[in-house]
């Protein structure tokens, strides 16, 4: 399936590195979100972009920080990460908000 | 409380058995509900949306109970390609306005075993 897409798949990185992570969707949705997974934890929102724009910002990190330069793309760029951020990193969009949300495959993140 | 809350489970059930889970909720103006898979270590799929009419899409049955908030989905004839783990989502609130939100359970482990 290539409705939501994810670049890289996996990473790893130092925690003087800087790295981004991109999202692309060919589905004509209208919003896009950044959730973070980690392990035995629920589904945790970062990012919420409508029409392009930040409607959401769910008390993340200066560390991270995302950009929607279009409807189909959204980015997290990220720099002096801790070890605790390593997780996996969806990327999902819907059209609308609070409709069912389709995601793309992940970003499995390890932070050393 | 939980805004959504799953028996995490793990649920050990034989090939053709029925299993059903449960989901609670909080907030009695949420609208929209729905159930995703997510396979170790995949992201989450959409599985099916809950109607207030329940819904059934091959042996997968969905049921919302507004009055004791809750939605369930039963398996019947479970397979080896069931095993996954079973997300609960419910929207926040109304659509009016910004309360459009999509709140997540932790998830129901179901293993399917030969």
């Known amino acids: 399936e290539t409705g939501v897409t994810q670049t890289p798949r996996h990473l790893v990185m130092g925690m003087t590195n800087k790295k981004s992570l991109k999202c692309e969707q060919h589905?004509?949705?209208?919003?896009m979100y950044w959730y973070k997974q980690s392990a035995k934890k629920p589904l945790e929102l970062m990012f919420v972009y409508s029409l392009e724009e930040r409607v959401e910002n769910n008390s993340v990190p200066s560390r991270f920080s995302p950009e929607c330069p279009n409807s189909s793309h959204l980015f997290l760029h990220l720099h002096t990460l801790q070890p605790e951020d390593s997780a996996l990193y969806l990327c999902?969009?819907?059209?609308?908000?609070?409709?069912?949300?389709?995601f793309g495959p992940g970003t499995r993140l390890t932070v050393t | 409380r939980k805004e959504v809350e799953q028996d995490p489970g793990p649920f050990n059930v034989p090939e053709g058995a029925t299993v059903a889970f449960n989901c609670t909720y909080s907030?009695?103006?949420?609208?929209?509900f729905f159930w995703y898979r997510q396979d170790c270590r995949k992201e989450p799929k959409l599985l099916m949306s809950?109607?207030?009419?329940?819904n059934e899409d091959g042996r997968f049955t969905a049921q919302l109970n507004r009055a004791s908030q809750y939605i369930s989905l039963l398996i019947r004839d479970s397979k080896l390609s069931d095993s996954a783990t079973y997300l609960c989502?419910?929207?926040?609130?109304?659509?009016?306005?910004?309360?459009?939100?999509?709140?997540w359970g932790l998830g129901t482990s179901l293993a399917v075993n030969p």
């Open positions: 809950v109607y207030s009419s329940g």
């Open positions: 989502v419910v929207n926040r609130g109304s659509y009016a306005g910004n309360n459009r939100k999509l709140i």
């Open positions: 907030n009695s103006a949420s609208q929209s």
């Open positions: 589905l004509g949705h209208n919003a």
């Open positions: 999902a969009s819907s059209q609308g908000r609070g409709f069912e949300q389709y």
